[in-house]
């Protein structure tokens, strides 16, 4: 027997909705939609270091960094689910998504590619509180930089190799992209097909 349809909700329905037992939602046009999950080792690695390292540098400040837990309502009325994400707003205990969020950061996966570059980007850079929104490559050390730039056009700047330091001066910290990438290993284009370095 096929599942029910879902029906269209509005962004309270669908914060009191139980979804799926385990099963990450974000809310598309109006519809849930299920987010990614089952991420690589490689994923998950690459976020808990981009956690534990916003977290250890943003004791004491305003801002807070969060997992895909707390979502971000964007202008066009959708719900997602950024893997990391600084809010630097008015913090509330019971709240469910984030106040004023100033870092988004998205690790790129083979299933989640063309929506993270497309669709969410376009409707995060709308946010009128986003500073930077940090791409991360999985399967080598690379990462792409949005940034608000004076007169709030975006620009970029890419980041390859463990030697840069992704700065991040509206929320008064940075992070090194060998902070990012520990305990991740690369192939080696020298050691032949499948070696690591």
Not at 41 to 61: C, E, F, P
Request: net charge negative; glycine share 8%.
């Amino acid at each position: 027997m096929a599942p029910p349809a879902l029906k269209r909700m509005s962004p309270e329905e669908f914060y009191r909705w139980p979804g799926e037992e385990g099963v990450r939602y974000e809310l598309v046009d109006g519809f849930p939609l299920k987010a990614m999950t089952g991420a690589s080792q490689r994923h998950d690695t690459i976020m808990l270091n981009v956690l534990a390292t916003l977290r250890r540098k943003l004791r004491g400040s305003p801002c807070h960094a969060h997992t895909a837990d707390i979502a971000v309502a964007t202008m066009s009325g959708n719900i997602r689910r950024p893997d990391a994400q600084v809010d630097c707003g008015t913090r509330a205990d019971t709240a469910f998504e984030a106040t004023s969020p100033c870092l988004i950061v998205e690790v790129l996966s083979p299933s989640t590619r063309h929506t993270d570059l497309v669709n969410k980007l376009e409707e995060y850079k709308a946010l009128p509180s986003l500073a930077y929104i940090l791409l991360v490559e999985p399967d080598l050390p690379r990462a792409l930089l949005w940034w608000r730039a004076p007169g709030s056009a975006w620009e970029i700047v890419q980041f390859d190799g463990l030697d840069g330091i992704i700065v991040l001066s509206a929320i008064g910290t940075d992070l090194a992209m060998a902070e990012l990438y520990e305990d991740v290993a690369f192939p080696d284009p020298l050691a032949g097909e499948g070696g690591l370095r």
